[in-house]
């Protein structure tokens, strides 16, 4: 990824100022200051409108990238990379597929929850349990159930044993926190939302192939970020059907490609711009971690913008990561104390069978 964008140093500091201004004042607040980002967000458009817009780039693809490389080369640069193969050998990548979880963990019940702009476009976010054997039968059947940030790993730790530990510690180094497995497993043409947070993210791909789109934060600009005091920063821009006449701005971003096979490994820097979709059926396991540093390294204020949030605040959004990180979702969507009772409700079922 490039280390400068068409946006110069100076509008980022401006806009990125607006967008602190924003979530610190609130949207009721900041409303009589709106009139002066959109001012500028028409300058900044007058001035690149001259520029021919950029051409999509593929993520650098290295087979048998060192940790010590690894951390020169892209981690302390900031720089998404695919790790070429990297699991192919591993047992997840060889054992696990849809029957594997179906007839192995199908009376699991795990949470799902829509979020408004990072799951689906309803203003309402909603949510449901069910069982593991319920979402691949909805999978096979061409369903829209997607299962994301699921625990199901850290909850049943053979699955942990089937990747390798030893790989994953050395890429992620010293002096990181919070390390973290989720489970991502749902049907062919399902997407995740154009969106950045804060954690590192080393993003693998065992069964299915997946599409990755990814924008530097050094062009949060031209993505029209939605400032909502959530953990998670969202952006309106349909990056597989943009609305050019809605945002203008979007098509000078620049863009990165990422296609992933059984056996890629992603690494997705922190506060990175992306946008996720399966290109088939597909299973992988994000292994996230924090590092304070890498995240302003990346951009200071977006991870400012993180660390200010109150919907839920930073405290809260860690102690849900510890049970479900959708239990965040539910948090900003309003119905947390509902989905609790029955999420404790859920567990006490799954302990007693």
């Not at 280390?3 to 009589?32: A, D, M």
């Not at 290295?62 to 020169?72: Q, R």
């Not at 050998?89 to 696990?96: G, L, R």
Request: hydrophobic share 35%; aromatic share 12%; with cysteine.
């Amino acid at each position: 990824m490039r280390k400068t964008s068409n946006v110069t140093f100076l509008e980022r500091v401006i806009f990125h100022s607006f967008l602190i201004l924003e979530q610190l004042l609130g949207t009721r607040v900041f409303k009589p200051i709106s009139p002066f980002k959109l001012k500028f967000l028409n300058r900044l458009l007058k001035r690149l409108s001259k520029l021919p817009p950029p051409i999509k780039i593929n993520i650098d693809r290295i087979d048998n990238l060192s940790a010590a490389d690894f951390k020169k080369n892209y981690f302390q640069k900031s720089t998404p990379v695919i790790f070429s193969g990297a699991a192919k050998n591993w047992a997840c990548t060889k054992k696990w597929n849809l029957d594997y979880f179906k007839f192995g963990y199908g009376e699991k019940n795990i949470l799902i929850v829509n979020a408004s702009g990072l799951t689906s476009r309803e203003e309402n976010s909603n949510h449901e349990f069910l069982t593991v054997n319920e979402l691949i039968n909805n999978i096979k059947n061409g369903g829209d159930k997607y299962l994301r940030f699921s625990p199901l790993l850290e909850n049943n730790p053979e699955l942990v044993s089937d990747l390798d530990m030893d790989w994953l510690q050395d890429m992620k180094g010293e002096k990181t926190f919070a390390n973290t497995y989720y489970m991502f497993l749902g049907g062919k043409s399902h997407k995740t939302l154009l969106h950045t947070d804060q954690p590192c993210n080393i993003y693998v791909q065992i069964f299915g192939e997946k599409k990755w789109t990814l924008f530097s934060a050094e062009d949060s600009a031209l993505i029209y970020p939605t400032i909502s005091n959530t953990a998670y920063i969202k952006s309106p821009v349909e990056v597989d059907s943009p609305d050019h006449t809605k945002f203008p701005l979007y098509k000078y971003a620049q863009a990165y490609e990422a296609h992933l096979s059984p056996g890629d490994v992603l690494y997705v820097p922190p506060n990175t711009w992306h946008f996720v979709e399966n290109l088939t059926d597909s299973i992988a396991v994000g292994y996230r971690f924090s590092s304070l540093r890498a995240a302003i390294k990346a951009s200071f204020s977006l991870s400012l913008l993180r660390i200010l949030s109150t919907n839920p605040p930073i405290w809260k959004t860690m102690e849900y990561g510890k049970i479900d990180t959708n239990l965040i979702w539910a948090h900003s969507g309003g119905k947390i104390k509902e989905i609790l009772k029955e999420y404790k409700v859920k567990t006490k079922e799954v302990i007693n069978k």
